[in-house]
């Protein structure tokens, strides 16, 4: 079955630290796609970044980078000189497809974390 | 103007009431999706709909019954709740091609007395 792990439950960083979350996943598909969604206290989730199983390369985006490695089943997430709008909780996804060609998402538990000025 | 809307923001309601929660996407996509999040679990799936029909139900008691009139709307009628369904319900929406990313709703919080 799919899983997905965020063992870090909570982090607490002080302002232009750099910090990473990680996520493990189970998955027995060869295709799949992994998901990282950030979660105001306002309670919307707000999506970050999809990426394909087939696709190992790194990305970043502004302050924001994605490490994939397909050999440890991860997705780890790294946010680069923090800053107090970041303190959300984050979740990182894994796609499970289901009958009809949409998509299920199976979540970690999140990781809460809190930037400190 | 956010892609998903839902109504009511909050929601407190007892054990013998009826009311219903209402999503609504204006992103044109054709697959929306209930979640429920209760504090320290992982969201959890329980309904899917793609071009109206239902096409997954995560073993969801029918005391949570959805309705899914178009691809824009979706509701979620409660009747006779219990106090460990106080909850955030988030809605969201995403195109039909498994690979496309869900956009989600504000959520309701739901509190059963």
């Known amino acids: 079955a799919q899983k997905v792990t965020q063992a870090q439950t909570e982090i607490s960083v002080v302002e232009k630290e750099d910090v990473t979350l990680d996520c493990v996943y189970e998955t027995r598909d060869t295709t799949y796609y992994l998901f990282w969604y950030k979660q105001p206290p306002s309670g919307e989730l707000v999506f970050l970044i999809r990426?394909?199983?087939?696709?190992?390369q790194n990305e970043i985006s502004g302050r924001y980078s994605w490490n994939f490695q397909k050999s440890t089943s991860s997705f780890n997430f790294t946010i680069t000189a923090s800053q107090v709008v970041d303190s959300a909780v984050y979740f990182c996804a894994l796609s499970d497809y289901i009958q009809g060609g949409s998509e299920k998402l199976v979540f970690g538990k999140g990781t809460k974390l809190t930037v400190n000025p | 103007e956010t892609g998903v809307t839902q109504t009511p923001r909050h929601l407190v309601m007892g054990m013998t009431n009826k009311k219903s929660l209402k999503c609504e996407q204006h992103?044109?996509?054709?697959?929306m999706y209930w979640y429920k999040q209760s504090a320290k679990k992982p969201l959890e799936l329980m309904f899917v709909y793609n071009f109206k029909e239902q096409t997954e139900n995560n073993s969801v008691p029918s005391r949570f019954s959805p309705e899914c009139p178009n691809s824009s709307h979706l509701f979620l009628h409660l009747h006779t709740l219990q106090p460990e369904d106080s909850a955030l319900y988030l809605c969201a929406s995403s195109q039909y091609q498994g690979d496309q990313p869900q956009h989600f709703g504000d959520g309701t919080r739901l509190s059963i007395l």
């Open positions: 992103l044109g996509h054709n697959a």
């Open positions: 990426r394909n199983s087939f696709d190992e």
